[in-house]
């Protein structure tokens, strides 16, 4: 004959959050970012002014050729 009791299984034991060590969020790009302008300070602030004239030379080379 067919045993059709029911038997109890054991859950897999879930880890106390106290004792698991705090998992530090992922920092955000922009932080990352402006960690490493601060770490390579010269060099980031040359690129970022060649991109300020390199855009504004080509809004007002636009805006010169659609006048």
Do not use: C, I
Not at 34 to 41: A, Y
Not at 55 to 63: N, P, Q
Request: glycine share 6%.
């Amino acid at each position: 004959m067919a045993d059709n009791s029911v038997t109890e299984t054991s859950l897999p034991q879930s880890t106390d959050a106290a004792t698991a060590p705090p998992e530090e969020p992922k920092p955000s790009y922009v932080k990352l970012a402006m960690r490493n302008m601060v770490r390579k300070g010269g060099k980031s602030l040359f690129h970022f002014s060649l991109t300020v004239v390199a855009l504004l030379g080509l809004l007002v080379g636009l805006s010169y050729l659609t006048r």
